[in-house]
């Protein structure tokens, strides 16, 4: 008797299962993966919909702890530390909380990702901030959050729903990671060629650059080495010496087909002025 109960049992499961069929959500989940810098941010949300509803002030209710989203709490993750309202905050993952008002929103990133959005406390914290909301026209009707404004340290992570609009500024000390990383690896060509060309686009120590870069280029004399070479020279005032490289470059640079790389060279001769001194005449 008990084994034929165990068998219905079993086959009452395995019918359920079979049974179960996809349903489309109603505020479907989304993940938001964004490098900012040398770093990566992800979000992962539910995205609600106003489908005919007043959003903040009814459904969100101001002055009270919202998830930032729908099904389950907003998390946001950073590969590396950033730094937020003048805070650093480290490499994890948080939940993503807001409190919203008509005049501001309260920001936090908790370390407690399981707390709901009323239980969550301060002393979770690893950061939280205030914010102005603004107005937007026409209304947004999926809660969105992205990312906006980028630069190579920076970031807005911004959230829209309804009529409003919120954002808080991500911040990545970039040039510290890659200049630790140029001192650990400088010893090879490709690492050579990419310190120099940071140094030359950040205006750093220009003379390392064309160290570098002709170290690259000893190593590995393809066209892209040489033509740093040449920018880091007429960036320098030594238009001789770039245009004489410019033009070697030019010729590594047909031979690979590469009519960008051509042009450029090309360009950097017509714009560098080579000094002539004239030759003194023999008595």
Not at 60 to 87: H, M
Not at 178 to 203: G, L, P, R, S
Not at 233 to 259: F, R, T
């Amino acid at each position: 008797m008990k084994i034929k109960n165990l068998i219905l049992g079993l086959g009452v499961i395995n019918f359920i299962s079979n049974a179960q069929i996809a349903i489309p959500s109603l505020s479907p989940s989304a993940t938001v993966i964004q490098q900012i810098g040398v770093i990566e941010a992800k979000v992962e949300y539910s995205r609600p919909s106003l489908r005919g509803r007043k959003v903040f002030g009814e459904v969100v209710k101001f002055n009270e702890a919202w998830r930032t989203g729908a099904n389950s709490t907003t998390k946001i993750s950073f590969s590396d530390t950033v730094i937020i309202a003048g805070k650093k905050v480290a490499p994890a993952t948080y939940a993503l909380y807001t409190i919203p008002r008509l005049d501001n929103w309260t920001i936090v990133l908790s370390k407690n990702t399981w707390a709901y959005a009323w239980d969550q406390k301060e002393s979770d914290d690893a950061v939280r901030l205030t914010v102005k909301p603004e107005m937007v026209s026409p209304l947004v009707e999926t809660f969105t959050i992205g990312f906006a404004n980028l630069t190579k340290t920076n970031a807005d992570l911004t959230m829209t729903w309804e009529n409003m609009a919120v954002k808080f500024t991500i911040v990545t000390d970039a040039d510290k990671k890659v200049m630790a990383d140029i001192n650990n690896k400088v010893n090879n060509f490709d690492t050579y060629w990419a310190a120099a060309n940071y140094y030359f686009d950040n205006n750093k120590d220009i003379n390392k650059a064309l160290e570098w870069s002709k170290i690259a280029s000893a190593k590995n004399p393809q066209f892209w080495n040489v033509s740093l070479i040449a920018k880091i020279q007429s960036k320098m005032g030594d238009c001789a010496s770039a245009v004489e490289n410019a033009k070697k470059a030019i010729e590594l640079a047909k031979a690979a087909n590469n009519e960008d790389n051509v042009k450029s060279n090309q360009k950097l001769i017509a714009e560098c002025p080579v000094v002539v001194t004239p030759s003194k005449k023999k008595k």
